[in-house]
């Protein structure tokens, strides 16, 4: 037994901590055309079988009764708005009804970190739900998933894990939903949460170990329900480069964006051409956050955008931030109060 499932018997009275388990697909579970096969894997599209991933890792059932959950499996790029909001539901059902203790995500790495902050903002519940994935397909000499999967349903077990948000584990190491990116396209520790690092381990000796804990509102303390939602609405990214001019802005308009995140260089620079562009789509009632290409480091709220109505994206990657905009437009289109969500969250 583990010393946290130790501990967690002696909270829960004697009863073995519940952890759902939810397979949405990715490299965890998918099967290369051989053991060196670990760069091209997804484009042989074959997949362990239903219950595979777990069978091959009898020591679960050491830390906590898993159940595994049917859910669609897929590459993690394809993953569409509806999936979030059946997750959030699935969730939200298997803490009430199946009263799991805690529920793990597998997730492919790709999107991975978007799927995270969606439930880290939507979820209301308090139960630990831990996204995991891995970087070396399931077939692979010195495959990760086996291992990230164990360390995921400790850290979803763990007592020290309720009331800390939706957290990443990959690698041993547990992140934030808030804060974690990917930041490698093959490492195995590609998760990293830049300027503002892990919140713990889920250590070689068994132990899942906090020594920070995420201070920005997250699950239940949110002001986002997506209860009876089934899309969201319309945010574009849109990435500065020498010379970009506002052909992408525009046609972002055109499809009905209602929210555009401005991936500008630097510390937040659009090209002329663009700001011309994003001035046009302001004016015209488009939400616009002005985000960063640079991958760490604020991007703020400057006079000059606070003039032309536009909010910065403090740390957020601008992926995230179109996950974050996306759910302010669900409760406002004043940039002020969007402003303010960004500071918040
Ligand atoms: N390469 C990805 C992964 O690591 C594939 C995906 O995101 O589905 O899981």
Redo the contacts with the bound molecule.
């Keep these: 037994m583990f010393p946290d499932a130790q501990r967690y018997l002696e909270v829960t009275e004697f009863r073995r901590p519940r952890v759902a388990l939810i397979f949405t697909?990715?490299?965890?579970d998918s099967v290369g055309t051989d053991r060196l096969d670990l760069a091209w894997y997804?484009e042989a599209g074959k997949r362990l079988d239903d219950h595979e991933l777990v069978n091959a890792v009898p020591e679960l059932q050491g830390i906590a009764d898993v159940t595994e959950v049917p859910f669609r499996r897929l590459?993690?790029?394809s993953i569409k708005d509806r999936d979030l909001f059946d997750l959030v539901e699935l969730i939200h059902r298997l803490v009430d009804e199946d009263k799991m203790d805690g529920v793990v995500i597998t997730h492919?790495?790709?999107?991975l970190e978007e799927t995270a902050l969606f439930l880290h903002l939507t979820v209301k519940r308090d139960r630990p739900v831990v996204v995991v994935?891995?970087?070396r397909p399931a077939s692979a000499i010195s495959a990760d998933g086996y291992l990230n999967l164990l360390n995921a349903v400790r850290v979803a077990a763990s007592p020290a894990a309720v009331g800390k948000g939706v957290l990443t584990v990959l690698n041993d190491t547990i992140h934030s939903a808030r804060d974690v990116t990917k930041t490698a396209t093959y490492r195995v520790d590609t998760f990293q949460g830049r300027d503002l690092g892990p919140l713990g381990y889920a250590d070689n000796d068994g132990r899942v170990l906090f020594y920070h804990q995420p201070v920005r509102p997250h699950t239940t303390a949110t002001e986002f329900d997506v209860t009876g939602l089934h899309a969201l609405p319309r945010v574009d990214v849109v990435v500065s480069y020498l010379g970009a001019d506002g052909v992408m802005i525009d046609a972002a308009v055109g499809a009905g964006a209602k929210g555009i995140i401005s991936a500008g260089t630097g510390a937040g620079r659009p090209t002329p051409a663009e700001d011309a562009a994003l001035d046009k789509a302001s004016a015209a009632g488009v939400a616009i956050i002005q985000g960063t290409r640079v991958g760490s480091g604020r991007t703020v709220q400057s006079p000059g955008l606070k003039k032309k109505g536009w909010a910065g994206a403090d740390n957020l990657q601008p992926w995230k931030a179109r996950i974050l905009l996306a759910l302010a437009l669900t409760k406002t289109s004043d940039i002020t109060e969007i402003q303010r969500i960004f500071d918040t969250y």
């Excluded at 697909?25 to 965890?28: E, L, S």
């Excluded at 492919?108 to 999107?111: E, M, Q, R």
């Design positions: 697909g990715g490299t965890i997804i590459p993690s790029q492919g790495t790709n999107t994935g891995a970087m």
